[in-house]
T-cell receptor, first 114, second 116 residues
């Protein structure tokens, strides 16, 4: 069964600290992996999209890594800010990469405290 | 401003009532999608459309209906057959290019539907 598992479920960190969120998937065949940020009561916003051949991709203070062999991805947030408080969703595209075949993780809820 | 607009932000449904959620985009995107988000759960696909006058069922289409009469608009109707409609509904759109399945989704800000 195609699944995307994220950990931890929730995380609290102090402002200025770094953190890493994890995503493990069992989707096959694999096309791409995406990370989204979702503020409470809002729609998700794309952070990165990585294909099979990409190991790392950055977007400002966000850096995503992908290990297609172990089917793991991580999202590293550097020098966290209060505005980073949100849910972070890992999404994997399979079966030829059609947009109709995206599998969403349940998300990691990050709280950044002053 | 370019973007994708959902309305209303909050909607209440009475027993046996059909309600329609609006989704409009001015990004000139070919594809549009409807997702349902429940607390603590991943997004689940309800319906999607890649071209005007055509749409496909997603994983949880039962109790929902859609139309795509215009490229810009993809309304979702939650029918009385949907017995557990309380959820956060998200509309999204994306470019469609042959051979490039990695176009990112642009989401609206969502509609929270509750049952009275």
């Amino acid at each position: 069964k195609n699944q995307v598992e994220q950990s931890p479920q929730s995380l609290i960190i102090l402002e200025g600290k770094n953190c890493t969120l994890q995503c493990n998937y069992t989707v096959s065949p694999f096309s791409n992996l995406r990370w989204y940020k979702q503020d409470t009561g809002r729609g998700p916003v794309s952070l990165t999209i990585m294909t099979f051949s990409e190991n790392t991709k950055s977007n400002g203070r966000y850096t995503a890594t992908l290990d297609a062999d172990t089917k793991q991805s991580s999202l590293h947030i550097t020098a966290s800010q209060l505005s980073d408080s949100a849910s972070y969703i890992c999404v994997v595209s399979g079966r030829g990469g059609s947009q109709g075949n995206l599998i969403f993780g349940k998300g990691t809820k990050l709280s950044v405290k002053p | 401003d370019g973007g994708i607009t959902q309305s209303p932000k909050y909607l209440f449904r009475k027993e046996g009532q059909n309600v329609t959620l609006s989704c409009e985009q001015n990004l000139n995107h070919d594809a549009m999608y409807w997702y349902r988000q429940d607390p603590g759960q991943g997004l689940r696909l309800i319906y999607y459309s890649q071209i005007v006058n055509d749409f496909q069922k997603g994983d949880i289409a039962e109790g929902y209906s859609v139309s795509r009469e215009k490229k810009e608009s993809f309304p979702l109707t939650v029918t009385s057959a949907q017995k557990n409609p309380t959820a956060f509904y998200l509309c999204a759109s994306s470019i469609l290019r042959a051979g490039t399945p990695n176009e990112k989704l642009f989401f609206g800000s969502g509609t929270q539907l509750s049952v009275l």
